[in-house]
């Protein structure tokens, strides 16, 4: 189905309110209550939601909990792999209708949401490939006498997943695909920012035949569902994607039941530009490294360091990329950057904006909101490119989640290597330059879970992704990812 996003109201909005996904079926909050979601680009509502709270989450994982320990359980990998190359199928088929659930909720330009197709059917038809690749392994011991000894790989159970408001779709995905590879299942809260991707995902499990209590959707506030979540004695294991502060109180939140945890966390990724390098490919390459989804992306590249001799001319070419940008609402085919997800969202930024001119930060590009026309009813902020930074400054080091660079000097690869690490974070980094010896000596010298040389942002289904440090911990993506949903279990036999 093709849907004119621009023209046409999304099928997704019926007027009616979307309620809450627990063991197959619709259903309203048990508190009755319901929140709004609204279009960031226009303040516009777009849906009700059902707010779901802490005994719907209980509902939730005691469905969770029977699935597991029911027929789910006992599949076999075969029918996992079935369910999410069904899963596959139907999510190309509807994909326009998803890629454009994801702008009006949270305001991505459309041609970055559309591109999202391959990525996003491809990770889950790489889980379906991992479903039938999950195996022990016979292991030879040394004891006296005659013992056989093999492990197994069985899945961790129940999983409470949290996701944020920047990659519904993908998020989403991250969370589920494991989950049905392994045979877990799964209680997801989206951010309240934008909940209908991931309650319209759940409709497509449901029609692809994963059965009622596989997996749940409940949205619902941080503070109240997600905590509850967190808590939860009857979930195995937290998979969460958001702030370093959130994550700090999800582990808190875990110890109760010594839950397994995962923690895709924030960044202040260094981004890291020689002399030598092909500076055509490098400024636009940086500039998107931030610009892209107004920089709401953990891993953006927001502390560029740029080698002296260049430093001029290269921020200069960045800022004025940057301002060739095309802001405005997401679901314009020309938009290259969209929206703010929030006010709160447009508050913290514009907020980092004022603290960047007070530390001495000189802004070449961007700087302030945007209020002219019809951008005055949405969160806008354009490309910002801050010079004069240096390391000590909140903007070098404080993580914003706009659309904004901080820009700074550097003479040598040791002393950009060592600041490059100065920093709590260890998410992302980039380098760009031709000598191959450079590339190498900073692919392991950054203490960071990905190192992108000559581009930024490369993602795919096989490769892992992660942090070091504040960054959190735990992959997603390839095999590492899959096995977070497993345990391994000894077996000993004593055959003599
Ligand atoms: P957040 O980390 O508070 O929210 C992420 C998710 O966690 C949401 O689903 C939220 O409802 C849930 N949550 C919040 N408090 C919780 C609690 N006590 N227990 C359990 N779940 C809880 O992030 P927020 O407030 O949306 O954004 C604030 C800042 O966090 C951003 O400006 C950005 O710097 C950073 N952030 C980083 C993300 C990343 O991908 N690394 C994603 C979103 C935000
Ligand atoms: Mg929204």
């Known amino acids: 189905m093709t849907v004119d996003v621009a023209k046409t109201r999304h099928p997704y909005l019926d007027g009616k309110p979307k309620r809450l996904l ?5 259903l309203e909050a048990a508190s009755g209550k319901t929140f709004e979601t609204i279009n960031p680009a226009t303040g516009e509502l777009l849906a009700q939601v059902a707010e779901g709270g802490a005994e719907d989450i209980d509902l939730a994982v005691a469905a969770a909990r029977r699935a597991f320990e029911g027929a789910w359980g006992r599949t076999k990998p075969y029918e996992r792999q079935k369910i999410l190359l069904r ?16 702008t009006i909720d949270m305001g991505a330009p459309i041609t970055r949401t559309r591109g999202n197709q391959q990525r996003a059917v491809g990770m889950l038809r790489y889980y379906a490939g991992q479903a039938v690749s999950i195996h022990g392994e016979t292991v030879d011991n040394s004891l006296p006498g005659e013992f056989v000894s093999y492990t197994l790989k069985e899945p961790v159970g129940v999983i409470g997943a949290i996701i944020p408001w920047n990659a519904p779709l993908s998020s989403s995905i991250w969370k589920i695909g494991p989950a049905l590879a392994t045979g877990c299942t799964v209680v997801l809260k989206p951010a309240e920012e934008a909940p209908l991707t991931p309650l319209r995902l759940g409709e497509l499990c449901l029609e692809a035949g994963v059965p009622p209590g596989v997996v749940n959707v409940v949205p619902g506030f941080g503070e109240t569902a997600g905590a509850a979540l967190a808590a939860h004695h ?43 390098a092909d500076l055509e490919a490098a400024v636009p390459g940086a500039a998107m490294a931030v610009f892209a989804n ?8 927001t502390r560029l360091f740029v080698e002296r001799k260049v430093y001029e001319e290269f921020t200069a070419r960045v800022a004025a990329y940057g301002k060739s940008l095309r802001v405005g609402d997401g679901r ?13 969202q447009l508050e913290r930024v514009t907020g980092y904006l004022a603290i960047g001119r007070q530390e001495g930060a000189k802004p070449l590009a961007g700087g302030e909101r945007l209020t002219e026309g019809a951008l005055s009813k949405g969160f806008f902020v354009p490309p910002t490119v801050f010079a004069n930074v240096n390391d000590e400054m909140r903007i070098a080091q404080e993580e914003i989640f706009g659309p904004v660079i901080s820009a700074i000097p550097f003479d040598d690869i040791e002393e950009v290597a060592r600041r490059a690490n100065a920093t709590s974070f260890g998410l992302g980094s980039g380098v760009w330059t031709r000598d191959v010896t450079k590339a190498h000596k900073l692919a392991r010298a950054i203490r960071a879970g990905s190192v992108w040389i000559n581009c930024y942002q490369a993602m795919d289904p096989a490769m892992p992704f992660g942090g070091y440090k504040l960054s959190g911990y735990g992959r997603e993506g390839g095999k590492d990812h899959v096995n977070e ?6 077996v000993w036999i004593k055959t003599g």
């Open 234 to 276: 009857g979930v195995d294991k937290v998979a969460f994607t958001g702030s370093h502060f959130t994550g700090q109180k999800i582990v808190q939140a875990s110890s109760g039941n010594l839950k397994r945890v995962s923690l895709e966390l924030g960044g202040k990724s260094p981004d890291i530009v020689f002399a030598d």
């Open 22 to 26: 627990i063991d197959g079926k619709w």
């Open 485 to 490: 949903y497993l345990n391994v279990k000894a």
């Open 294 to 301: 107004s920089g709401q992306i953990c891993s953006a590249g």
């Open 332 to 344: 314009d085919d020309m938009t290259q950057v969209g929206p703010l997800v929030s006010s709160e």
């Open 87 to 102: 899963l596959a199928d139907l999510l190309e088929k509807n994909f326009e209708e998803f890629a454009a659930l994801d």
